[in-house]
């Protein structure tokens, strides 16, 4: 299990509590915690994003530095922040600390965010993408506890993966290893192969969601339909209330994923797959993403390997990226 460190610490901020800030850059909204140097969480607040941030990438920057500062100054009195982490739903280039790719969000690799939050804030800053921070998060204080070898899966705004290997995250070259969200896979129906990302995401799904409906008008889906739209949040709600549309939908996901997966643990040998993003959706996607896994998977592979639920909530990202930037 990967060491979590602090950063070195002024006698004067020894003397109090402190803290370290976590941001997260979900589908709808920033969220923003301080968690203590054992992963607990402090404080934690989201924020919408505003409209310029959803169309322009100068507003987005501007917005995550001033719910940083917002939050950083909000806790400075009880728990001054020692070292800050931000969360990305896309790619993190580790040798030049820009964000090279990221989804549902206007673009932010012609600025150099990072620079600007040392200049901003003066305390080490640490950038990675969500599944990465997630997964640090897990092995702190959730589902991987003392597990070596596996791979943490998100699924949201984007897909990718965090991969631990020998009880460290592993990002590659340059920073861009997980990038499970790029692979291809075999999609029968248009019969080419499709990046997972454009069968799996929470966008994704809500796509194909609609487009069976013009087929299948049975489901509780096509009254939101009708009434101006439903989100990925409401197909995971009606496949808890029983909805059968909405369990295939979430279903057929795990398949796709599954076929993203199985050569990744034939492999890598991998002890454990956790299934991360929206919690409710977990467990569908779990049982599904397992049973694809089995039927493609040699069975000694598939017999070392778990695919589970992800522990921890919304938060993970928050508390994964806040210790990251702590080591």
């Known amino acids: 299990m990967a060491q979590i460190l602090a950063p070195q610490q002024s006698s004067q901020a020894t003397s109090r509590k402190s803290a370290l800030l976590g941001v997260d850059l979900g589908s709808n909204h920033i969220r923003v915690g301080t968690v203590d140097q054992a992963g607990e969480v402090l404080a934690f607040r989201r924020e919408p994003y505003s409209e310029q941030a959803r169309s322009n990438s100068r507003a987005l920057a501007d917005q995550i530095l001033s719910v940083s500062k917002k939050m950083i100054e909000d806790q400075a009195a009880t728990a001054p922040v020692l070292a800050i982490g931000v969360a990305f739903p896309g790619l993190v280039n580790q040798e030049t600390r820009r964000v090279i790719e990221i989804s549902q969000l206007p673009s932010l690799a012609e600025i150099d965010l990072h620079r600007e939050f040392t200049h901003a804030f003066a305390v080490p800053t640490h950038f990675e993408n969500n599944a990465n921070a997630a997964a640090f998060a897990e092995m702190a204080a959730g589902v991987a506890r003392g597990v070596d070898d596996w791979l943490y899966l998100h699924i949201g705004a984007n897909v990718s993966a965090g991969l ?108 454990m797959v956790a299934i991360g993003g929206a919690p409710a959706a977990r467990p569908f996607l779990a049982s599904a993403i397992a049973e694809g896994v089995r039927e493609r998977a040699f069975t000694a592979a598939i017999s070392d390997c778990r695919v589970v639920a992800a522990e921890l909530e919304v938060e993970a990202s928050v508390i994964g990226a806040a210790l990251l930037a702590a080591n």
Do not use: C, W
């Open 164 to 271: 631990v290997l020998n009880g460290r995250l592993r990002h590659g070259k340059s920073g861009l290893a997980g990038a499970i969200g790029n692979m291809n896979v075999y999609v029968q129906h248009p019969g080419s192969l499709m990046p997972l990302q454009s069968m799996a995401s929470a966008e994704s799904i809500v796509r194909r969601t609609r487009e069976r409906l013009q087929k299948d008008r049975t489901s509780s889906l096509s009254k939101l339909g009708a009434m101006g739209g439903f989100t990925y949040d409401d197909i995971i709600t009606q496949a808890h209330a029983g909805d059968e549309l909405a369990r295939l939908m979430l279903s057929r996901t795990g398949i796709y994923i599954a076929m993203a997966i199985a050569d990744v643990i034939n492999l890598l040998n991998l002890a």
